[in-house]
């Protein structure tokens, strides 16, 4: 399963559709890795298997210093994405091999991956060649679809009555229109 890389900005509509339905098909997706946060020197990273997206990642190429332009670096910000983590594995180890053909000083993936237990977090890690560098972060999710009612119930008892105490202040919120 070869590793296929190219310019965000050259993926076809129809490239675009696919990529999206895959990332919202992953546990492991997040808007970030959405092609569209990529900007003008993105690159994308797609394996297929079966046909299918199994594996993608969009990343920046950062050349840290403007003095030493051949000095480059690649990054995907909470990517790259795929469930199944053998296969990410394996995909990210072809990935490091391609860069250091390719002459990347340095690869930074920060995946978003979800672990329910401190348990799941060290065997996680044990399975990987990669260095971790520095402390584990979190994110928090919200499963919005659940009912109003639901999702409130769910908030610390606190957060409950600072909500309360804002609807009676008279705030407001709306959906976003962008």
Not at 16 to 40: A, I, K, M, N, R
Request: charged share 30%; aromatic share 12%; proline share 6%.
């Amino acid at each position: 399963m070869p590793l296929e890389s190219f310019p965000i900005s050259d993926l076809s509509p129809a490239q675009l559709t696919e990529v999206e339905e895959f990332l919202d098909s992953q546990d492991t997706g997040h808007p970030f890795q959405f092609p569209q946060w990529g900007g003008s020197r993105a690159i994308a990273m797609i394996l297929r298997d079966g046909g299918g997206i199994r594996w993608y990642g969009s990343f920046g190429v950062q050349r840290p210093l403007r003095w030493a332009p051949w000095i480059r670096g690649l990054t995907a910000n909470r990517g790259p994405v795929c469930d199944d983590g053998q296969l990410w594995t394996a995909a990210a180890e072809e990935l490091a091999g391609k860069m250091r053909w390719e002459r990347f000083a340095y690869l930074d993936v920060i995946p978003e991956w979800i672990v329910e237990s401190a348990e799941q977090r060290l065997r996680l890690g044990d399975a990987l060649v990669w260095e971790r560098v520095g402390d584990p972060r979190a994110s928090l999710r919200l499963d919005l679809r659940r009912s109003d009612d639901e999702i409130f119930a769910g908030f610390r008892k606190n957060s409950r009555y600072e909500v309360r105490r804002a609807e009676r202040f008279g705030a407001q919120v709306s959906v976003a229109a962008t």
